[in-house]
């Protein structure tokens, strides 16, 4: 089975080290995949808070395309989290409020489009732990990460609502997988806490002092980098340092994608991996 | 239509009454215009209307028709008949005639109270009164059958609930059996250090009641038991008790305490299920020393003899009195009982189902229950309030509405924790001098003296916050929180939202029905709600009487209540077994299934069909028959039987379709 690779708008964008280095790991544990052609918006943010249901209609367009290629099971890959929580509260809204469903499906229908209830959204690390295992993976960590000690930060929107494959307040996809790489997690209580999704753009000392707060416990649990499953989040963290360093006092730490931190121990080059992209050097492991 | 009943000579003469039930009926309902349809159906010879049909004047008009009118059938059109048929029977039977010649439709649950047209609720109020006139000619006279009532009384739960009613029934001079699952009676208040508002010693108040129990000579007390099964039906169940193994033999057990200091485990090694693991037993222990029967017990899970043969059995050795049996098996004992009082209880909600609160995660967070523990002299620390690192906390908080109050977990109010919170507040102040913060979203506090009692905590300097606590997190922000566990929340009453460090978490935690509240609810028969509180008859006015007659129910098991509410419960049970057991017999209700053994074939069909076990093949007449005693009515036999032999009184084919034409011939 090949799953469905869809990208959204930041894994083309801010995120592109991301897509890069996930792409990479799926190749190197020969994870089959194919991009969802002609995807488009998932629907998030800008979208949703003006008209829900062309929202939801935007999200169901690619899942009624993703199972024209790859049938009524078709799995979708949604890496970005915000991609992840709109695909899946538009399966929820069409599943549960038959009405405003009614509406989507016709939308689709003018397009010669039928929606697939079967197709499943998936987050990589769903697939990582469950499809892969951690067993597996060890077996091709060919570099392990060790002496390397990451902050996993999840974030919100790959556990809330919808707790698919991980807990709500104390998720462990991510520590499980980078631990099987060979690094060491630390344990923090802040892996879901706000990152500030776009109050950085428009309240910017809240989203400041937000990011702050995740930057220097990290730091004081000994973490020497932090490791994110979303786009937003990265750029949250990781672009505002410098300011969050003016207020606040020096708070540096880098800022990896999970997958980039994967695809070293997998043994891939840095430039495979994007990790060229990031603003805070990754200093070599001790 | 209107045949004449093989009881009755005289012809069908129906007296039909509309009733308004105030504006209830009436609101909805053109009763004027029901009631003189009615009085044009044939048989009626009179038909009225009234305000209230079920009050004594009601009543007396029914009298007084069948006085004047020779009237010999009643229908009376009203509410349901759960809510009032045994009234109008009772009306009938006193103005002269057979209490089953009477027929009652429902035009208030099943037509004013869910139609919203009254046109159209007039036409099936008139559709419905067709059809009782068009049966109640066909009643036959029934008579109610007496049963003698066994005199004993079970009651099931050894805690304050279980013990009061016990107590109340023997003092009566009732035989009681009291059967408790844990080894020890007292529940979860032998736990408790002080009570609500008025802090006496929950000891000092409980554990007498607790050996009255074990010395009354009308209670038999078996600890460590389970009931297995019950059958029969009010006044006359039998009921299976499972004795578990203690492998102590109790009758020798004189609670020396000799067997738990010779064990081969010179210290306690396994978590102390009393004191919620915060001490540690040896396999062989004593539950609490107060524990009543003053017996111990040997835990098969953690016993060397059982896990490994290879033990060299210095309990056994130890006991002067050769108390110590570790070839006990399951006991079961067989018991016949009139009455059954269901004192189940509560268990504490889970306090890890809450994880943002950190229960299980910080060493630091607490439950309710295991501070009780604490504070208790008895308990682990000696009433010392020392965390599990050994420190003596400065700072407190108490999260109230731990699963309660919250849709993720459990909706409803738990009634007890606003106060118990108060109660520890005080507490803990008192021996630490600690600063205590209440984290709550409503105090509530009704009961006598327990306004007085949030009052005066008020003045003590405790502080209240008002919002339900964010999260029990250990990240920091500033220099003092370091080292602390910080409670975050909105307090609600300035618009803020505070970070408040603290040494010690105490989770309010609530009250859930016991996780095996399904299955006892079956072995008894008796209903739950969604939250598996065990339901009673009547919220209001049968709070202690359940859907099965004869199984009373007390205390928490029904809904979360406290002490003085469970005492008052656990006496209206007790009181609501001696009425019925005094009275000496019960009335069966006739509507009960019978065999036409002329028509009976003998194919046993009905036999395994009927959930009461209440039908036997007679052998040599090769026929079924039915024990009237046994039969609820439910008319399964009715329908399976392939022969029509089934029948049921009160429920004839020919009742039946008199009811079907009456409906269709005003259609």
């Known amino acids: 089975m090949t799953y469905l690779y869809y990208p959204g708008c930041s894994l083309k964008g801010t995120g592109r080290g991301y897509e890069e280095s996930l792409l990479a790991v799926f190749d190197a544990l020969q994870l089959p995949w194919a991009e969802v052609k002609d995807w488009n918006c998932c629907g998030a943010t800008a979208y949703m808070a003006v008209d829900e249901v062309k929202a939801f209609t935007l999200a169901a367009r690619n899942l009624a395309i993703a199972r024209e290629q790859g049938g009524e099971t078709a799995q979708v890959i949604a890496p970005c989290s915000a991609c992840y929580l709109v695909l899946c509260k538009a399966q929820h809204v069409i599943h549960d409020a038959p009405e405003i469903g009614a509406r989507i499906t016709d939308a689709l229908g003018a397009a010669q489009l039928t929606y697939g209830p079967r197709v499943q959204v998936r987050h990589p690390l769903d697939v990582l732990i469950n499809d892969v295992g951690t067993e597996r993976l060890a077996a091709a960590a060919t570099a392990p990460l060790r002496g390397r000690r990451v902050a996993c930060y999840y974030g919100c929107q790959m556990v809330r609502p919808y707790a698919t494959f991980d807990d709500q307040y104390a998720p462990t996809s991510m520590d499980r997988v980078l631990r099987a790489m060979g690094a ?15 109050l950085t ?20 649990r000994g973490a020497d980098a932090i490791a994110t499953a ?57 | 239509m209107a045949t004449l009943g093989p009881n009755q000579g005289d012809a069908v003469r129906i007296g039909v009454y509309i009733c308004h039930c105030g504006i209830n009926i009436a609101g909805k309902v053109d009763v004027a215009d029901v009631t003189q349809f009615a009085a044009s159906l044939p048989g009626v010879v009179v038909a009225r209307d009234y305000k209230f049909m079920c009050s004594d004047p009601g009543q007396e008009l029914i009298q007084q028709d069948i006085r004047e009118h020779g009237l010999n059938r009643i229908v009376v059109a009203s509410c349901s008949p759960l809510m009032h048929e045994a009234t109008f029977r009772r009306a009938a039977a006193e103005g002269g005639i057979n209490p ?7 035009i208030r649950e099943h037509v004013s109270w869910v139609t919203a047209d009254k046109a159209a609720a007039t036409e099936k109020s008139r559709a419905l009164v067709a059809a009782a006139v068009s049966r109640v000619g066909g009643h036959e006279a029934l008579e109610r059958q007496r049963v003698a009532v066994k005199p004993d009384v079970l009651v099931v739960g050894g805690g304050i609930a279980g013990i009061h009613a016990a107590l109340t029934l023997a003092d009566s001079g009732k035989t009681v ?16 250090d002080k009570t609500f508002p008025t802090l006496d010693c929950a000891a000092c108040i409980l554990t007498p009641k607790m050996s009255l129990v074990r010395q009354h000579p009308n209670i038999t007390l078996w600890t460590y038991a389970e009931v297995a ?43 102390d299920e009393f004191n919620y693991g915060l001490a540690k037993r040896k396999p062989v222990y004593m539950p609490f020393p107060q524990a009543t029967p003053s017996v111990v017990l040997i835990d098969p899970a953690t016993c060397l003899h059982f896990k490994t043969g290879k033990c060299k059995q210095a309990c056994k050795a130890a006991c002067e009195r050769d108390a110590i049996d570790f070839d006990q098996r399951d006991e079961l004992v067989e018991i016949e009982v009139g009455a059954i009082v269901v004192a189940t209880g509560f268990q504490p909600f889970d306090a890890e189902r809450v994880p943002e609160y950190g229960y299980g995660q910080y060493p630091g967070v607490y439950t309710s229950l295991e501070v009780e523990r604490l504070v208790n002299a008895s308990g682990p620390t000696g009433g010392e309030i020392t965390l599990r690192d050994g420190r003596v906390p400065k700072a407190v908080g108490i999260i109230h509405c731990v699963g309660s109050r919250d849709h993720a977990t459990n909706k409803y109010c738990s009634r007890v924790c606003c106060m118990y919170s108060l109660k520890l507040a005080h507490l803990v102040k008192e021996r630490t001098g600690a600063e205590i913060y209440n984290f709550y979203i409503d105090m509530r506090t009704p009961g006598k003296g327990y306004e007085e009692f949030y009052d005066k905590l008020l003045e003590e300097g405790v502080h209240f916050i008002r919002g339900r606590a964010a999260e029990v997190t250990d990240w920091t922000m500033t220099p003092d929180e370091e080292g602390k566990l910080v409670i975050r929340a909105e307090d609600t009453l300035i618009g803020a939202v505070r970070r408040i460090p603290v040494d010690m978490v105490v989770l309010s935690v609530g009250l859930e029905a016991q996780a095996d509240a399904g299955e006892v609810r079956r072995l008894f028969n008796i209903s739950c709600s969604h939250e598996g509180w065990f339901l009673e008859r009547h919220p209001k006015l049968a709070p202690v009487s359940t859907f099965t007659d004869g199984v009373f129910l007390a205390g928490a098991c029904q809904g979360p209540k406290d002490i003085p509410d469970t005492v008052a419960q656990a006496g209206a049970a007790a009181a609501e077994a001696m009425a019925l057991i005094d009275k000496g017999y019960v009335e069966l209700e006739p509507n009960t299934a019978f065999i036409d053994e002329e028509r009976c074939s003998g194919c046993k069909t009905c036999i395994a069909m009927c959930p009461y076990s209440a039908i036997s093949f007679i052998a040599d007449a090769r026929v079924a028959r039915v024990n009237e005693a046994l039969c609820k009515g439910c008319g399964t036999c009715v329908a399976a039987c392939p022969s029509a032999a089934a029948q049921q009184h009160l429920f004839t084919d020919d009742q039946i379709f008199d009811e079907i034409a009456g409906v269709l011939s005003y259609v």
Not at chain 1, 184 to 198: F, M, Y
Not at chain 1, 204 to 220: C, P, Q, S, T
Request: with cysteine; proline share 4%.
């Open chain 1, 201 to 220: 753009g428009t309240i910017e000392d809240v989203g400041l002092r937000l990011n702050y707060i995740l930057l220097r416990e990290a730091k004081k």
């Open chain 2, 229 to 271: 099964d019950v059958s029969g039906y009010v006044g006359n169940f039998s009921v299976t008790v499972r004795r578990k193994p203690r492998y102590v033999i109790e009758d020798r057990c004189v609670g020396c305490n000799a067997c738990v200091e010779a064990c081969v485990f010179k210290e306690g090694k396994f978590a």
């Open chain 2, 177 to 192: 059996y009291l059967v408790e699952r844990e080894p020890t009676i007292g529940g979860h208040m032998a736990k408790f």
């Open chain 1, 184 to 198: 060491e997690t630390v344990d923090w209580p802040l892996k879901t806490r706000c990152c500030g999704g776009t």
């Open chain 2, 100 to 106: 089953f010649f009477f027929q009652m439709a429902n």
């Open chain 1, 230 to 286: 979303c786009p937003l989040c990265q750029f949250n963290l990781e672009c505002y340092q410098d300011k969050i360093s003016a207020v606040y006092g020096a708070s540096r730490l880098p800022v990896l994608y999970f997958s980039q931190f994967m695809g070293m121990a997998l043994g891939l080059s840095e430039a495979r991996l994007g990790i060229q992209r990031n603003f805070v050097p990754l200093a070599a492991a001790v």
